[in-house]
T-cell receptor, first 112, second 117 residues
Framework: SQKIEQNSEALNIQEGKTATLTCNYTNYSPAYLQWYRQDPGRGPVFLLLIRENEKEKRKERLKVTFDTTLKQSLFHITASQPADSATYLCALSTSGTYKYIFGTGTRLKVLA | DADVTQTPRNRITKTGKRIMLECSQTKGHDRMYWYRQDPGLGLRLIYYSFDVKDINKGEISDGYSVSRQAQAKFSLSLESAIPNQTALYFC????????????????FGPGTRLTVL
């Protein structure tokens, strides 16, 4: 069956370091992969989208990579700040379905 | 003002009661979705609608029904609530994307925390 895995354990890093979060998937051929940020008690907020034919996407301090051979996406936050502390969700969609399947998210805590 | 609003924000009810959760949007999107979020299970799709005349079941539609009253309004009903429907419910809209390339970036509401006793 289709499965999306994100590290369920919280990731703690020091302020100023680069945070790297992982999204792995199996039995799935996504055309689009998105990353969202979710703060406690709030709805997810879209951050970045990457397509299957793109290797990397950047937006300010954020970078996403997409390796369809490894079936993995990495999400990087450079020069992390305490305000980056949140849960980060990955979501995948296959072309033509127009629906996304979400991972369970990884909680990031940036320590001052 | 928020683009996607949900009412109520919190609701406590009893087993067997009928509950309606409402969602309104001002983004002008045709596509709307209802998800539930449970600890350790992530977001799961309940129903989705691509326009007013189009309703589709998602991954976990049993025990739920929806109504798309207008482009801007999409309601979720629990006809007879049960305790395992206790969860955080999110409404979302999506933007199909430009130039015919469907991306469906999701825009979420603030959520409704529902507790069924």
């Amino acid at each position: 069956s289709q499965k999306i895995e994100q590290n369920s354990e919280a990731l703690n890093i020091q302020e100023g370091k680069t945070a790297t979060l992982t999204c792995n998937y199996t039995n799935y051929s996504p055309a689009y992969l998105q990353w969202y940020r979710q703060d406690p008690g709030r709805g997810p907020v879209f951050l970045l989208l990457i397509r299957e034919n793109e290797k990397e996407k950047r937006k300010e301090r954020l970078k996403v990579t997409f390796d369809t051979t490894l079936k993995q996406s990495l999400f990087h936050i450079t020069a992390s700040q305490p305000a980056d502390s949140a849960t980060y969700l990955c979501a995948l969609s296959t072309s033509g379905t127009y629906k996304y399947i979400f991972g369970t998210g990884t909680r990031l805590k940036v320590l001052a | 003002d928020a683009d996607v609003t949900q009412t109520p924000r919190n609701r406590i009810t009893k087993t067997g009661k009928r509950i309606m959760l409402e969602c309104s949007q001002t983004k002008g999107h045709d596509r709307m979705y209802w998800y539930r979020q449970d600890p350790g299970l992530g977001l799961r799709l309940i129903y989705y609608s691509f326009d007013v005349k189009d309703i589709n079941k998602g991954e976990i539609s049993d025990g739920y029904s929806v109504s798309r009253q207008a482009q801007a309004k999409f309601s979720l009903s629990l006809e007879s609530a049960i305790p395992n429907q206790t969860a955080l419910y999110f409404c979302a809209t999506s933007d199909p994307g430009a130039g015919g390339r469907i991306t469906d970036t999701q825009y979420f509401g603030p959520g409704t925390r529902l507790t069924v006793l």
